[in-house]
């Protein structure tokens, strides 16, 4: 199995304008003057580091932004700039919605099966609703729109449309895998919330990743649904992703991750006897460090030579207490043997971190010679992309920006640059 990370490029309508509630990090940095050009380069620098590392990097596009066809869903009628300014004469929050640029997280763009999972051996993905937020509800069409093209030969790949709003779904941000070294099978671990926890909506339904399971095929026996704990959601893990991570047979966790840490050890002895639990004490690393930090939202990654290492956040490194307990972990010889620093501080501020940046797809080698390869990175598509966007993409975007005519066009034709660069037809992607 090869794995292949598929990152978001970062749109060129990054902003702070706060949508994302129970996102600690996009509330407390509301209202803050964005830097579009330099969060779109850390993003492309990272993917650098991981094919540095000697891993598989893909990408997917940023969205057509504004997304002018989902304010005249709206009522707003008129050409483009009349719909713009209308609405931002009627609700500028509307426009914030419309100008969002969060498609760049896709840990939520959709859950991924790989075939060795499967009953029908083909890798599932299925596509978020993401139903929980306006500004994110809007973004399935252009998602599966993606993952149609990237992934449609269907010898390998098989995508679903999203379930029902009614039940929401977020995606790869959580879910994990566990795979046996020894050949033991795998266990794909669905993690749901319920009701409001501290004021914040649980965004995962237990339905939700049950209907994935089903439409996957997976083994119900070896299909885990975990509940993500109360007090993680409180305090700002408004996905799995941020308090827990998983590769191989490896399960990197925040004490306080799960609603029931033992029944989860539990079962994983049962399913997978070799699986390995790295769970970090409070009190060496309290919950509200982990999630300020993004100690869990790192990239937890196999190395060709077979060694695990961490893709973390800059801010993991800064943090006495989260870098001293990562020397400790790195030094007791276990699995992890690399850590990896990454400047991501623009994504980071608006409340996404290295793993909320990629979606994980495991194929074969036949498998992963049929994806279209316009969104597979190597350097020569590294550096056409970091040409527009040192060119095309807006240096800096303050709230009121966004209200801009000046603003809408050129990031229209940023993005248009890109998709041309890139090798896509306009109106392809």
């Not at 998602?143 to 992934?151: K, N, T, Y």
């Not at 979606?359 to 994806?371: D, K, M, P, S, Y």
């Amino acid at each position: 199995m090869i794995e292949v990370n598929f990152d978001g490029i970062i749109g060129p309508t990054h902003n702070y304008a706060g949508l994302s509630i129970g996102n600690l990090a996009s509330a407390n940095n509301a209202g803050n003057v964005s830097a579009p050009r330099l969060a779109a380069l850390q993003g492309i620098a990272k993917m650098r580091r991981a094919m540095a590392l000697g891993l598989h990097q893909g990408i997917f596009l940023p969205h057509v932004r504004p997304n002018i066809d989902w304010l005249r869903t709206l009522g707003f009628v008129g050409a483009d700039a009349e719909v713009l300014a209308s609405a931002w004469a009627s609700d500028r929050a509307l426009v914030a919605n419309a100008m969002s640029a969060s498609a760049m997280w896709t840990a939520n763009a959709g859950t991924v099966s790989p075939g060795s999972d499967t009953a029908d051996g083909l890798c599932h993905i299925s596509v978020a609703n993401l139903s929980t937020m306006p500004h994110r509800a809007s973004e399935a069409e252009q998602i599966e729109r993606q993952l149609r093209l990237a992934f449609a030969d269907p010898r390998f790949f098989r995508v679903h449309p999203p379930v029902p709003a009614a039940f929401g779904d977020e995606g790869a941000a959580n879910f994990m895998r566990l795979a046996s070294p020894a050949g033991h099978g795998a266990v794909e671990m669905f993690v749901y919330g319920e009701g409001n926890a501290g004021g914040f909506p649980s965004r995962q339904r237990r339905a939700a990743s049950e209907a994935v399971a089903r439409r996957h095929g997976l083994d119900p026996a070896r299909a885990l649904m975990v509940r993500q704990s109360d007090a993680a959601i409180a305090a700002g893990a408004f996905h799995n992703d941020v308090v827990a991570v998983a590769n191989g047979h490896v399960l990197f966790a925040h004490e306080h991750a799960f609603a029931d840490p033992a029944a989860l050890r539990s079962a994983l002895r049962t399913l997978l006897p070799d699986a390995l639990v790295i769970e970090v004490p409070a009190d060496r690393v309290s919950l509200d460090t982990a999630i300020r930090t993004y100690l869990f939202n790192s990239q937890l990654v196999t190395l060709p030579d077979g060694d695990m290492a961490l893709i973390l956040p800059a801010e993991a490194r800064d943090n006495d207490a989260v870098w001293t307990w990562l020397g400790d972990l790195v030094a007791s010889g276990g699995p992890i043997r690399r850590l990896e620093v990454v400047d991501v501080r623009e994504s980071m501020r608006n409340g996404g971190g290295p793993a909320c940046l990629r979606l994980r797809v495991q194929v074969g080698t036949e498998a992963l010679a049929a994806i279209d390869p316009r969104f597979l990175l190597d350097e020569a598509a590294c550096a056409r992309i970091e040409a527009v966007i040192a060119r095309a993409w807006p240096e800096a975007i303050a709230p009121d920006d966004l209200g801009d005519p000046r603003l809408w066009e050129r990031c229209t034709a940023a993005r248009a640059a890109l998709v041309a660069a890139l090798g896509f037809s306009p109106g392809e992607i």
